[in-house]
Structure formats: C-alpha cells, structure tokens
C-alpha cells in the first residue's frame, strides 16, 4: 500500500505464540520476560528501519488456557457453573496483555490495547461480527494494535474461545495484509518431533499430505498445532504468505519483518 509520505508500507501481522512468551510449559503463571523484551526491541528496530505497519495478536498461555481448561469453555454454555471461568479468563488475558504492550512500550514501540471480545462475536466458534475499520485507522495513525485470543460472545453457543490464530488469520484478511509472521517455540514446522526430524522448508496444500507432523510440546484449548496449520493454509489460499519462525533465535522476528533474511518454514499458495 501507499504510505502517508510516498513509498510503499508493508503491512504485516506477527503472533507472538502463548508458548514463547510465557512459561507455558512449566505450567506457571508467568511471562518469559526476557524473551518477551528480545522481541519487542526487534519489533522496534523493524518499525524504525522500514516502512512497515504491523499489527501484533498473542497467545493466552497459562493465562487463559488454564481457567478456559478448568471450566470446560471451549465448548460453548453447559452450566452457570462455567460463568465465573469467562470472568477468570478475561482477566488473566487482559493482565497479560498489559504486560505484553507494556514490553513493547517499553522498547519504543507505539503499542496500544485491542480487546477482542468488546468487539467482536462469534458464531460456532468462528468470527461472525467484527468492524475492524477501528483497527485499520490505528495502522493509519501508525499505532501497532495489540490483541489476543479470548472467549467470547457466541451467538450459537452463549460463549466460545476464540483463538489467537484465527484472530491473525481473519485480520490479515481484512487489513491486506502483505505477510504473517508465526513466532513459536521452534524455528518452522519439522516432518517429526522438532529437533529430531527435518525442518519443511515450505507448505502447500499441494505437498501437506506428504509429511506427518510434530506437534512440539503443543495441543490446547484452542486445538492444538492441526488447528493452526489449517488457518495458515486457508490464509494462503487468500493470498497471504506465513513465515513461522523461532521466538527464541536471535533476530530471527526483526530478519523476517524486513526481510533480511529467511528462517523458518513459509506457508504460501
């Protein structure tokens, strides 16, 4: 697209995997903070070197899988029981939110708060309403909205969990957006477990039948690593190219937001 001052402005969107950025794995509650700060002085240096918009959505890791897992939200209304679980949910995304645009913040990123479910509702646990004119201005006015996956309003269902990787795929749709950028525990996507199998260079629907996956340390609330494949490959099938790299490799965010350098694994058309 054309920027506000002449040349071209890439708009990308970057998904800070839940498992990157907090100790997921450990199953505590608690940000990676050091890895967080690593790649939001990436995402600043990116910003400052080239004309890029970017748009910024993260995971929940024990933050909201947790109290989502605990009350059985992923399947939509069963009880009243469930109720309080929306609200422990909510809070523990927005805390880590604030943490997350805080980071970024911090590095001289002008990040702002995105709250999905003030915004938007679903229908079966797909996006059926949401005005995303609000999130394009803020890339007009060269702010980097920040969202997150959450549970939401669903009008089926009473309530659903959205996740962060629908949520990437539906804003890349609708904002043009030129790349996805996947950042995760791993650099790319293996044909068996990371790190003892080969890494996939590129994937297609045309040669995705060929390999059997890895799922790393992976499956959630929200579907786990066949779930996030099938998003990027229908985000493909629209035109928009997801380059999925490691969160915990030096630069390898900043080399792929101004495409100095390749890493990880491309899911194209």
């Known amino acids: ?132 004119s609000i999130v394009r201005k803020m890339l007009e006015l060269r702010l980097v909205p920040v969202g997150y996956g959450d549970v939401l309003t669903d009008v089926r269902t009473g309530f659903k969990i959205l996740s962060g990787d629908q949520l990437t795929a539906y804003l890349a749709k609708m904002i043009g957006a030129d790349l996805v950028v996947m950042v995760g525990d791993y650099d790319g996507v293996f044909e068996g477990e990371p790190g003892e199998s080969e890494q996939i260079k590129e994937l297609t629907r045309g040669n995705i039948d060929s390999f059997e996956f890895g799922a790393g340390k992976g499956a959630d609330v929200t579907g786990g690593f066949k779930r996030k494949l099938e998003e990027l490959l229908e985000l493909a099938d629209a035109g928009i190219a997801t380059r999925i790299v490691s969160g915990r490799e030096k630069d390898f965010l900043y080399d792929s937001l101004v495409v100095r350098k390749e890493h990880g694994t491309l899911v194209k058309k």
């Open 1 to 132: 697209m054309q920027g506000q001052y002449g040349g071209i402005v890439r708009r990308i969107v970057v998904k800070l995997g839940g498992s990157v950025i907090t100790k997921k794995h450990e199953g505590v509650r608690e940000v990676d903070q050091k890895v967080l700060d690593i790649l939001s002085s990436e995402i600043s240096r990116a910003l400052k070197e080239s004309a890029l918009q970017v748009l910024i959505v993260h995971g929940a890791g024990p933050y909201g899988h947790v109290p989502a897992k605990k009350y059985g939200l992923a399947e939509g209304f069963k009880s009243v029981d469930q109720i309080p679980g929306i609200v422990e949910t909510r809070l523990g995304m927005e805390e880590l939110n604030r943490i997350v645009v805080s980071s970024l913040a911090n590095a001289g990123v002008n990040a702002v708060a995105f709250q999905p479910s003030a915004a938007i509702m679903l229908d079966d646990g797909r996006i059926n309403d949401f005005d995303v």
